[in-house]
Every structure is written in structure tokens, then in C-alpha cells.
């Protein structure tokens, strides 16, 4: 147990105030019995002992992990919602020099750094981005399905994630977004492409699997802007 004994502060209103110390720091690395293979590396999971037993990555963070085992191959990309940190472990393992993931629990950020560790990678799990991150990134990576714990189940909230997503890409930097087909994640990234003063180019949808959609959008180049 990580914390000692609790004490008692103070009581009013059948309310009652205690506190502990933290004696230790927790293990959040409970078992590594999901894995899954990125490229030609078989990685190592970490999970939460309340998360779900199933022993899979969800659909969307699937497909992401799919169309990032190959193909081109960015310096710098952001994972915003994938399945314990997979697409930015996926592109470190292939070579990715900064990989840095957008989270939004303690728990789940330490769940990504001790993934990374487990693997011998190095991946950036952050609480939040700073301004100078705009314009950043090769490679913007979402799971529309797994934005919950970033507000993303608020109405328009993906919408606003999205968009705030396009200015962490660099001139030429690509968004890949993965959804179901309750996010509708085709419609959302096409509405993005047709607002006023856009730089991203036509959506491209170029996988799907179980209810799940993989679409992409690029940022035009910096002499291509309108």
C-alpha cells in the first residue's frame, strides 16, 4: 500500500475530514499481458487492474496502429486518445525521434510512461500543450473514440479538439483522425476542410474495419497557403 494510516482532522455535519501520507510511490505497471505488434516489434502493455480484461486494443487505436506500422515515417508526432499510448509507441519503435502523447489523468499518463519503459522507448505523456507547440508536429495522431476523458463526449467538443489539433501541424504535417461511426469522424474532418480560410487539403479515407474509419487531412505547405 502506498499511503500509511490515516488520521483524523475534523468532523461536522455527519462529514468527516481525514488525511494520509504517501509513503511511496504507487505501481501503476500491474500486468503486461496485452501486447500487440507494430511493425516488426512485438510491444508490451501496461494496464490499469480496473480497465477493461478483454486483452485487446480498441478499434480505432487498431486501426491507427495499423496504418502507422508502415509507411511514412514523421520526426515529430502528438497521440491524442490511442489505447495506452500504442500509435506513439508504434511510431517510436519504427524510429520517430519525438514522440510526445496529449492526456488527461494521472493515472493514464503514468500508464504511458511506464508503457514506454516496459518497451525501452521514450514517449512524451503530457497533461497539456504549450502555445509553442503550434505548428510543430509531422503528424497529428486522434481516436475519436477515446476523447471522453478530454471532454471529447461534450457536444461539439471533437469538432473543437480537431480543430485545435490542425495548429499543432507543421506546413505539409498530416492529420490522421480514427472513429466510429457514432463520432463520424468523415463529416467532422470535412467540415474542417471546407471552413472559411482553410490549409488543409482533400480528406482521404482509406480504412475501415469494424465500424471504425481511418481518415487523413494535410496541411498545405507553406508556399501553398492561400
Keep these: 500500500m502506498a499511503a500509511g494510516s490515516a488520521r483524523k482532522l475534523d ?8 488525511a494520509a501520507t504517501m509513503e511511496h510511490k504507487p505501481e501503476m505497471c500491474v500486468s503486461t499481458e496485452l501486447s500487440f505488434t507494430a511493425g ?25 496502429v495499423e496504418a502507422l506500422s508502415g509507411g511514412e515515417l514523421p520526426g515529430t508526432m502528438l497521440d491524442i486518445g490511442s489505447a495506452l499510448g500504442a500509435a506513439a509507441l508504434t511510431l517510436n519503435a519504427r524510429g520517430c525521434r519525438e514522440c510526445d502523447y496529449l492526456g488527461a489523468s494521472a493515472v493514464e499518463l503514468a500508464l504511458v510512461d511506464a508503457n514506454a519503459r ?26 475519436l473514440a477515446g476523447l471522453e476523458a478530454l471532454g471529447g ?24 483522425a480514427a472513429a466510429s461511426r ?23 479515407t482509406f480504412a475501415s474495419s469494424g465500424g471504425f474509419t481511418l481518415s487523413a487531412l494535410r496541411m498545405a505547405e507553406a508556399d501553398d497557403r492561400p
Design 153 to 176: 463526449r461534450a457536444r461539439g467538443a471533437a469538432a473543437r479538439i480537431l480543430g485545435a489539433a490542425t495548429d499543432l501541424l507543421r506546413p505539409g504535417g498530416r492529420l490522421l
Design 11 to 18: 468532523s461536522a455535519r455527519k462529514c468527516t475530514l481525514f
Design 182 to 204: 457514432y463520432e463520424n469522424g468523415p463529416r467532422l474532418l470535412g467540415g474542417l476542410c471546407s471552413a472559411p480560410g482553410s490549409r488543409l487539403g482533400e480528406l482521404e
Design 40 to 64: 516488426e516489434r512485438t510491444l508490451r502493455l501496461c494496464r490499469h487492474p480496473f480497465s477493461d480484461p478483454g486483452g485487446q486494443l480498441d478499434g480505432a487505436t487498431q486501426l491507427l
Design 118 to 143: 516496459v518497451n525501452g522507448l521514450k514517449v512524451h505523456a503530457r497533461a497539456g500543450l504549450l502555445p509553442g507547440f503550434k505548428g510543430r508536429y509531422d503528424l497529428v495522431c486522434v481516436n
